[in-house]
């Protein structure tokens, strides 16, 4: 490589604070990428994506307004992994595209830029082998329940069936270059992720 831009690839377990930990690297300067979002931006309606969605699940997984029901799509692919599958297959190489799009941007902006993707499927799409360096951010198991019950409104059996349908993060950690904890209070954590995007700009 050329110059001397890193990119980042960010992932966590379900509700381990990973989207927090995001907007903190965003604050110290860093450019951040949220395949969430281009996911969503993939899909909107009328969109090639979105197309090949309706022709393979049918109308049953639209809104009132085209877009789409994504409760309904999690319904159908989350028992189906054929379904699930061919979801990713429609959705991956689209979210691939554009974050390769929005990365070669920010290194001509700024060719020293800390490019950090947040991604909940780094390693289970074997995205890590595209980027720099590895981070994943780790909550303990209750936490992480006690997060979702919260936030989703899940009970606790269905917040245990989220998690185990996530590659298990004592995995992730054993994959990753830097691991940071999620359930640390904002200043320290502030402070620690001050100090890891001041060694990923060297």
Avoid at 18 to 24: D, L
Avoid at 95 to 113: M, S
Avoid at 176 to 187: E, H, K, L
């Amino acid at each position: 490589m050329l110059h001397t831009m890193i990119l980042v690839g960010l992932t966590g377990g379900v509700a381990t604070g990973k989207s927090t930990v995001a907007k903190m690297f965003k604050q110290c300067g860093a450019i951040v990428i949220d395949a969430d979002e281009l996911a969503h931006e993939v899909v909107k309606p009328g969109k090639p994506a979105w197309r090949e969605i309706v022709a393979l699940f049918g109308k049953a997984v639209l809104n009132q307004d085209r877009s789409l029901n994504r409760q309904a799509l999690g319904n159908i692919i989350f028992g189906n992994p054929k379904k699930r599958r061919q979801l990713e297959h429609i959705i991956h190489p689209r979210v691939a595209r554009e974050q390769q799009r929005l990365t070669r941007q920010a290194a001509r902006k700024n060719p020293k830029a800390v490019v950090i993707y947040d991604v909940p499927l780094l390693f289970e799409a074997g995205i890590d082998e595209r980027v720099d360096r590895t981070i994943v951010v780790t909550a303990n198991r209750e936490t992480q329940i006690a997060r979702l019950k919260t936030r989703n409104s899940l009970s606790r059996t269905e917040a245990i069936r989220r998690i185990r349908s996530q590659m298990p993060l004592s995995k992730k950690i054993h994959l990753a270059d830097i691991v940071i904890d999620g359930t640390r209070p904002p200043r320290q954590a502030m402070q620690s992720i001050r100090r890891i995007y001041l060694d990923l700009l060297k």
